[in-house]
């Protein structure tokens, strides 16, 4: 059942937006395109928050992202391409008919399953482009663009190792970089390899590659500040 708080939160939220829409030239200028760059930038900030584990940063960063969800929808509102309710019933309908093993008969005992049903029933949905890699942006960041590209490959029943098996592919693409040779394509080749092979591991360790390497540097970064 929907708590009515949440209700009235949103509406106070939908109103001040469109107030912002209306009297802030900022707000007044904008359209998708200059916009999107933003809700980029949200999007990561949120990604740091959780990733900290901060809270506070986690509750404030959901609001601008949810921020750009409205604003972003008041946009299609006015040009007659939809609201935030069409969004919010598009997510509704599409969140049911994707988890067939909680809302209909499919049986999915691991999270694997679930992916793979997943995977499997965006292939059929309407509108999508055929082919195994179709809708996948390119302009991801490299590490999630690997993952994304390795999933789809797994539900189709390739490049879906184990732990250990993708870990002795790590290790060999190491080894195959140490003695590579005197030339930037064939390193760069081989770098690569080393890279989408780590991808894969991360992926199997159920880690995102994107936060744990946002990580690391940002541990690095503390080691080199002055104390």
């Given at each position: 059942?929907?708590?009515?708080e949440?209700?009235?939160?949103l509406?106070?939220?939908?109103?001040?937006?469109?107030?912002?829409?209306?009297?802030?030239?900022?707000?007044?200028?904008?359209d998708?395109r200059?916009?999107v760059?933003?809700?980029?930038?949200?999007?990561y900030?949120?990604a740091?928050?959780?990733?900290?584990?901060?809270d506070?940063?986690l509750l404030?960063?959901?609001?601008?992202?949810?921020?750009?969800?409205?604003f972003l929808?008041l946009?299609?509102?006015e040009r007659g391409?939809?609201?935030?309710?069409?969004v919010?019933?598009?997510c509704?309908?599409?969140?049911?008919?994707r988890?067939?093993?909680?809302?209909?008969d499919?049986?999915?005992?691991?999270?694997?399953?679930?992916?793979?049903?997943?995977?499997?029933?965006?292939?059929?949905?309407?509108?999508?482009?055929?082919?195994l890699?179709?809708h996948?942006?390119?302009?991801?960041p490299?590490?999630?663009y690997?993952?994304?590209?390795q999933?789809?490959?797994?539900?189709?029943?390739?490049?879906?190792?184990?732990?250990?098996?993708?870990?002795?592919?790590l290790?060999?693409c190491?080894?195959?970089?140490?003695?590579?040779?005197?030339?930037?394509?064939?390193?760069?080749?081989?770098?690569?390899?080393?890279?989408?092979a780590?991808v894969?591991?991360?992926?199997?360790?159920?880690?995102?590659?994107e936060?744990?390497?946002?990580?690391?540097?940002?541990?690095?970064r503390?080691?080199?500040?002055?104390?």
């Open positions: 059942m929907s708590r009515p949440i209700q009235e939160a509406a106070r939220l939908d109103e001040i937006t469109r107030r912002l829409r209306v009297e802030c030239p900022w707000d007044r200028e904008q998708e200059s916009i760059p933003h809700t980029v930038e949200e999007a900030e949120l740091d928050a959780a990733n900290a584990g901060d506070a940063k404030d960063e959901l609001g601008d992202v949810l921020f750009q969800v409205h929808s946009l299609m509102e391409a939809g609201d935030l309710a069409a919010a019933d598009h509704r309908e599409k969140l049911i008919r988890h067939p093993h909680v809302f209909g499919v049986e999915a005992e691991t999270a694997g399953e679930v992916l793979s049903n997943w995977d499997e029933i965006k292939q059929g949905e309407e509108g999508r482009e055929p082919g890699f179709a996948v942006p390119e302009n991801l490299a590490p999630l690997a993952r994304k590209v999933r789809r490959a797994a539900s189709a029943g390739a490049f879906d190792l184990e732990v250990e098996e993708a870990m002795e592919e290790a060999g190491v080894q195959a970089l140490a003695h590579a040779p005197e030339d930037r394509d064939a390193r760069e080749g081989m770098l690569g390899a080393v890279l989408f780590t894969h591991v991360a992926r199997k360790m159920r880690v995102d590659p936060l744990a390497l946002r990580a690391a540097a940002h541990r690095f503390e080691t080199m500040e002055p104390q």
